[in-house]
C-alpha cells in the first residue's frame, strides 16, 4: 500500500506495534455474547505492550434513527467515519460482529461468531434484516482476514457465505476472569435463596431464550425427569427475552404450565453480572440443548465455575466442552436421563466438575488476544 495508513503500518510493524481501531459499540448495548467478547478481548489487547487499541462508538446523533436504523447507519458508514475521525494513525481495523462498513480505507479484519441469521430463517424474517444481510454479506467479503470462534464456525462460514478458507482463522472465546468456583458455597446457595427463592437443588440455563436454545425439549426433559429427582430439585431459567418478537423469543410460560410444572421452574428474569455469576456457583448442574452455536459461552462459564455441563452435541458445543461434560442428543429421553444422572449421581458430579475446571483452563483472553494479534499482523503483509 502507498497510503499514509500504508506507511504508518509498514513502520510500526518494524517497530513491533499495530494500531488497531477497534468497533466497542455492542460495550453500550444490553449483555450479549459479542458484548462479552469486546469486553474480554480489549483487556486481553492491553496486557500486550505490542499493540495498541481506539475504541471506535457510535454519537449520539444516530440514536435519533431509533435503536435499529442507528445500528444499521453505523454498520455501514457510522464506524468508518468514526475511525477516520478518531483512529487516522490506525493500521487495521477490527470490527468484532458480522458486519463491516463500506468503506474503511484501513486492511479490514471481522470477527464473525456465527451464521445464526443466513441458516435459520426466523432470524432474518423481516424484510429490513433481509437487506442488512445482503449487505453486510458483501460487505464481509471485503476483509482480508476473517476471525471466527470455532472450527464449526470456519467450516460453516466457507459453506454459507463463500468465504474463503485461507481467509478464516479460529480465534476462541474465554470467560470473564471473575467467574470461578464459589468459595463459599453455603453463603452461594443462601444468596440465591434470597434473590430468587429458590431452596433447594436447581439445574441452570442462561444461554438465552430464542428459539434454537431448545428451552421447551428442555423443559420436558426436566418434566420426565422429576419422578427421579428428589423433590426439592427445580429448573432455573435465568435472564430475559431481548426483545417481544415471538418468531425469535418463543414464550416458554404457556410450555411449562402445560406440562404442570409451574412450581418446578423459575424463572428469575433479568440479572446482573453478580447475580450470574452466583447462579453459575450454586447451581448443581447447568444444561444447554442448544441446535446451534458459534461457540458455546454459557457452558464454558459453567464449567470455570466448576459445575457440571449437559450439552447437545451438535455444531460447535462438542469443541467447548470436550470430554469434560455430558454430551447428548437433543432428544426428551436422552435429556431427560442425562438430567438424572446429574442429578443423583455425586460422584460423577465431581468428576465433571473436575475435568471442567481443567478444560476451561485452556482457554483465556491472553491467548484470545495473542491469536487475534497475530491475525491483524497477517492482515497487514502485502
Not at 352 to 362: F, I, K, T
Amino acid at each position: 500500500m502507498t497510503t499514509r495508513s500504508g506507511a504508518s503500518a509498514t513502520r510500526n510493524l518494524d517497530e513491533g506495534r499495530v494500531r488497531v481501531a477497534l468497533d466497542t459499540s455492542f460495550l453500550g448495548l444490553p449483555p450479549s455474547g459479542i458484548g462479552s467478547y469486546v469486553e474480554g478481548l480489549t483487556g486481553g489487547l492491553g496486557r500486550r505492550g505490542d499493540v495498541s487499541v481506539t475504541a471506535l462508538n457510535p454519537p449520539g446523533l444516530l440514536e435519533l434513527l431509533g435503536r435499529r436504523g442507528g445500528r444499521i447507519a453505523w454498520d455501514i458508514a457510522g464506524v468508518g467515519v468514526a475511525r477516520w475521525r478518531d483512529a487516522r494513525d490506525a493500521d487495521v481495523l477490527h470490527v468484532p460482529a458480522l458486519s463491516a462498513p463500506v468503506a474503511s480505507g484501513l486492511p479490514l479484519v471481522v470477527t464473525v461468531h456465527d451464521v445464526i441469521p443466513f441458516v435459520l430463517p426466523e432470524y432474518r424474517a423481516t424484510w429490513a434484516m433481509r437487506l442488512y444481510l445482503a449487505a453486510m454479506r458483501h460487505t464481509v467479503q471485503r476483509a482480508r482476514l476473517v476471525l471466527t470462534p470455532s472450527m464449526f464456525s470456519k467450516t460453516e462460514l466457507c459453506r454459507v457465505l463463500g468465504i474463503d478458507p485461507g481467509r478464516v482463522r479460529v480465534t476462541p472465546l474465554a470467560v470473564d476472569t471473575s467467574l470461578h468456583p464459589a468459595r463459599d458455597p453455603i453463603a452461594a446457595r443462601e444468596l440465591i435463596t434470597r434473590r430468587f427463592g429458590v431452596t433447594g437443588d436447581y439445574l441452570l440455563h442462561l444461554a438465552g431464550f430464542d428459539r434454537r436454545k431448545n428451552l421447551p425439549l428442555l423443559v420436558e426433559a426436566f418434566a420426565r425427569a422429576i419422578p427421579d429427582l428428589p423433590a426439592d430439585t427445580t429448573l432455573v431459567l435465568a435472564g430475559a427475552p431481548h426483545t417481544g418478537n415471538q418468531a425469535v423469543f418463543p414464550p416458554i410460560g404457556p410450555v411449562i404450565e402445560s406440562l404442570g410444572i409451574a412450581d418446578r421452574v423459575v424463572l428469575t428474569g433479568t440479572v446482573t453480572h453478580d447475580e450470574r455469576r452466583m447462579l453459575y456457583q450454586a447451581a448443581l448442574g447447568y444444561v444447554t440443548p442448544s441446535m446451534y452455536e458459534g461457540f458455546g459461552l454459557t457452558p464454558l462459564e459453567a464449567m470455570t465455575c466448576g459445575v457440571p455441563v449437559i450439552a447437545a452435541d451438535r455444531t460447535s458445543l462438542p469443541e467447548v466442552v470436550g470430554d469434560a461434560g455430558l454430551l447428548v442428543e437433543p432428544e426428551v429421553d436422552a435429556l431427560a436421563a442425562a438430567i438424572v444422572r446429574i442429578v443423583t449421581d455425586a460422584p460423577l458430579r465431581g468428576e465433571l466438575a473436575r475435568r471442567g475446571r481443567v478444560r476451561s483452563a485452556q482457554f483465556s483472553w491472553d491467548r484470545t488476544a495473542a491469536l487475534t494479534v497475530d491475525a491483524y499482523r497477517e492482515a497487514l503483509k502485502p
